[in-house]
């Protein structure tokens, strides 16, 4: 349920009506927007009559009648920032997210950590633990993985983004404090794991699965917000089409449905959406057009030798003359 306030609310008709909500069982989420302020009602409204909220210095009360609620932007109309340890995403706040698909050795992390950091980025990727397709391929160094990550945070200054796989390994994710927990495409249905992450304090950056629509996408984000974790942000990585030209089909449409349908940050991949190197620049600047609130771009030091996905990750010198294009860009749409 939504209450929307008068402009001219007093302080008194403002303190019972929080003291209102609240002896309801309800936890009232205030967002002081730029026209007017709407407190979003978390907890159980279904046995409540909308009437009940409409006292003075209210100027109407809503149901949310959509499946999701805490992340729609009815519930919260203003665009939401998330802080992964001090680098801000959304809410007019671009971050771009950079780094080898997998972290495969201390010279190869090192050598990508050091080279997006100099080209600007503000927080480095790399997996430890890699959900390959098939199951001879490397799956990732695991704890190795994350210590190495971890040391490279230190040494360049960048919070770390990696992916988890399975509950089993939080505690593995806690120890080695990774900033923040990715959900990959193939497991952004995997309800346990969702619930799970809404019990962390650490911002999650949650894939579109290869086949979900956006609603389920939302969807999958309400179970970590009502779970009790807030910092979630979203990612457009391409969606299976018939088309076979691109390992997926970026669909950048998503930008700006997300944005009408939910206060949540939205980023893009186009690494894993196109899969192919040229296009990794222009579809990142043309998500930037698309009013995206960051990127997720793979850098590998030397890719030919890369452990996966070779084909798509940048090469330093490419990330570092596309950095600088996002950046003309950006300042060009401001
Ligand atoms: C990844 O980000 O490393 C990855 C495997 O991508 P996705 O989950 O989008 O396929
Ligand atoms: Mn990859």
Do not use: W
Request: glycine letters at 8%.
């Amino acid at each position: 349920m939504i209450v929307t306030l008068k402009g001219d609310i007093t302080q008194e008709q403002y303190t019972s009506l929080i003291d209102r909500i609240k002896g309801k069982g309800l936890e009232p989420n205030i967002d002081k927007g730029t026209s007017k302020t709407v407190i979003g009602l978390r907890g159980d409204t279904k046995g409540i009559e909308t009437g009940y909220f409409m006292v003075d210095g209210v100027e109407s009360v809503t149901r949310v009648s959509k499946r999701y609620k805490l992340v729609s932007r009815d519930f919260h109309p203003s665009d939401s920032a998330i802080d992964v340890s001090g680098v801000k995403i959304g809410s007019g706040y671009f971050a771009v997210i950079a780094g080898p698909c997998a972290v495969e050795s201390e010279e190869q992390l090192f050598a990508a950590a050091e080279a997006v950091k100099k080209a600007g980025a503000s927080l480095l990727r790399g997996g430890a633990f890699k959900p390959r397709t098939c199951t001879y391929d490397f799956q990732g160094l695991g704890e190795e993985g994350l210590e190495l990550l971890a040391r490279a945070r230190d040494m360049f200054h960048l919070p770390i983004v990696t992916e988890i796989l399975d509950t089993r390994d939080l505690e593995l994710f806690e120890k080695y404090n990774i900033d923040m927990y990715q959900v990959g495409a193939r497991n952004m249905g995997n309800t346990a794991l969702l619930k799970e992450l809404g019990t962390v304090k650490k911002p999650v950056l949650l894939k579109r699965g290869m086949s979900a629509t956006i609603e389920e996408l939302l969807s999958s984000a309400e179970y970590i917000v009502s779970n009790g974790n807030p910092n979630v942000v979203l990612c457009e990585r391409g969606i299976r089409t018939f088309e076979t030209s691109c390992r997926n089909t970026l669909d950048l449409t998503a930008v700006r449905i997300v944005k009408r349908e939910s206060h949540l940050p939205i980023i893009v991949d186009p690494s894993h959406a196109t899969g192919v190197l040229d296009l990794v620049g222009p579809m990142s600047l043309a998500s930037v057009a698309a009013g995206t609130d960051g990127l997720l771009i793979e850098v590998h030091p030397d890719r030919r030798k890369a452990l996966s996905d070779a084909h798509q990750q940048l090469p330093p010198e490419e990330f570092s003359a596309l950095m600088v294009k996002i950046e003309k860009l950006r300042k060009a749409l401001e």
